[in-house]
């Protein structure tokens, strides 16, 4: 099993009530990452519907969370015949940590005419980006050792360049680049929600 997969299993207790366990190991510093919380809230919400795929999910969060047990608490919205709407809480010490509203569905039986107007940014190949650590060495950031980051040269202003040398600040809030997870786990809808939050904040690269 990956990493990811084992990290945000829900075990049922009951209807609608599942155990699972935070680890440290998709932390920035003391706080495990939200996108690591919305994915435990989606193995929660996987369980209770019979739509597999997430189609949109929106997550709130309340209060930081810490490495231990905790439980994730779904109520089923609607259950239809081409999507499942549900909301779902991740509870730890008697405290609510997040609460996710998600719409599930099945990409593998959509039909008809699709139009995606978006395009990918403009970005070189993998081999052309820097590559290394996704956070500074010195930070307690555990998650950064799960992920393999290419980013486009001149993407990261804060953080000095490959040979040590410091950077001349962007100011532009973007960052751009390839992730993915270093276990070898191929990209799918589920782990979307995950690296949705998994990059720095492009704000870092603005002078304070």
Known sequence: MFELDEDTAAVPIEPGRYACVITDRWSIGAAPNGGYLARILLSGIERSVAHPDPFSMTTHFLATAKPGPAEVRVEVVRAGKGHSTAQASLVQDGRELCRALAVMGDLGKLEGPTHVAARPPALPPVEACERGRAGPATSILSIADRLDVAMRPGSISWMPA????????????????????????PADAASLVFFVDAMPPPVLNLDA
Request: aromatic content about 4%.
């Open 162 to 185: 490959p040979d040590g040398t410091p950077r001349p600040r962007s100011n532009v809030a973007e960052l751009v680049g390839w992730m993915r997870l270093k276990d070898g786990r």
